[in-house]
């Protein structure tokens, strides 16, 4: 196991869309008033995430907030970086800002074709945003993303700049350009074998690209931020419907797939032995609120530093309540 072996924080994950920003306000509630550190949203379809954060924290619920992960097609570097130095000055509460490409169905939506490499166009978009919320005036013409400018100089709580995480290459990507590493569905095993050892050897090939003056200021790896399906086990609740709501859709994704069978977690497209896998394998976590915080433990143990709790199989089967009832109860067990 890794040598960063202390229990992660726990942070909750909006468990759907909203249509109305009063939707929200129960979760930031949550992180209020629990051990919860962060709320998290990923991509807003209905309404953006950006927007959503900014009206719940007009409405008094000035929470720390992470975007897991706004897609790179849609905005510019310069505008996302800065749409999070405007969350963070409106909520006044450090922001994680996580970036992914998208999928290539969806880049070709929106820009004609895929990005010739996704690493490329990836490390050219976190190394432009990286850039301009450490102050820096960009000057850079790249194959994918271009940028001639500078952010006027603003006091501004911290920002993270995070990377959508799943495979090796983008580990070591993650490790060279970002400040936090966001993964979905990996188990521990997982990340202590495949991903915390790519980031680590991609922040080694920075630190040595590096002045020593800058080398001795960074980090051995960036922090790494798991999202975690979680679901308790309550009377009436079958396990498997739960599963397939939360994660039915990653395990036909053939990204999904190639990182589960790296994991050892075959998925054979059997639904129900596939749910079972998911379960045995770690990646989704099931069982009463003590089962639940041992295995968020074995994240921690496996180089994680943050686990933010996702519900979304339980609102979906189950209805908001049920979500909050779920986070609340695993909230609750005191955390080391």
């Known amino acids: 196991m890794s040598a960063y072996a202390s229990p992660p ?10 249509r109305r920003p009063e939707q929200v306000h129960p979760f930031s509630s949550l992180v209020q008033w629990t051990q919860a550190a962060r709320l998290w949203q990923g991509h807003g379809a209905t309404m953006d995430t950006f927007g ?15 975007v897991g992960v706004t897609l790179m097609p849609l905005r510019h570097p310069l505008d996302i970086a800065h749409q999070a130095r405007s969350l963070a000055k409106t909520t006044q509460h450090p922001v994680c800002l996580g970036i992914g490409p998208g999928g290539r169905d969806f880049q070709r ?14 490390g050219e978009y976190v190394d432009i945003v990286a850039r301009l919320l450490h102050g820096e005036t960009v000057d850079t013409t790249g194959e994918y993303f271009s940028c001639h400018t500078a952010l ?12 959508g995480v799943l495979r090796p290459a983008m580990a070591q990507l993650a ?19 495949v991903i915390v050892p790519g980031l680590e050897a991609g922040r080694a090939q920075r630190t040595a690209e ?13 922090r790494v931020v798991a999202m975690v399906p979680v679901a308790l086990d309550r009377p009436g609740r079958d396990r498997h419907d739960v599963v397939v709501a939360s994660s039915g859709r990653h395990m036909a994704a053939p990204h999904y797939r190639d990182m589960l069978d790296r994991a050892g977690i075959a998925i054979s497209g059997t639904e129900r032995a596939d749910t079972e896998q998911l379960v045995k394998g770690g990646a989704f976590v099931f069982g009463d ?8 433990l074995d994240f921690g143990r496996a180089g994680v530093d943050e686990v933010v709790l996702n519900t979304v199989g339980v609102c979906a089967v189950s209805g908001i309540g049920a979500a909050l009832a779920d986070l609340g109860d695993i909230l609750s067990v005191p955390h080391p």
């Not at 959503?52 to 992470?66: E, S």
């Not at 939506?109 to 990836?122: D, T």
């Not at 490790?175 to 074998?193: K, M």
Request: glycine share 8%; charged share 20%.
């Open 109 to 122: 939506a929106l820009l004609g074709e895929p990005y010739r490499s996704q690493i490329g166009a990836v």
């Open 289 to 296: 609120a003590d089962e639940v915080h041992e295995a968020l």
């Open 9 to 18: 924080e726990l942070s909750v994950l909006l468990p759907f869309v909203p």
């Open 210 to 222: 590096s002045t020593p003056i800058t080398a001795t200021d960074v980090p051995s790896r960036p």
């Open 175 to 193: 490790g060279r350009s970002a400040d936090t590493a966001i993964t979905w569905l990996t188990p521990p095993s997982y990340l202590d074998e």
């Open 152 to 163: 006027p100089a603003e006091p501004v709580p911290d920002i993270e700049v995070g990377l």
């Open 52 to 66: 959503t954060f900014a009206a719940t924290a007009g409405a008094g619920f000035r929470v720390p907030v992470g």
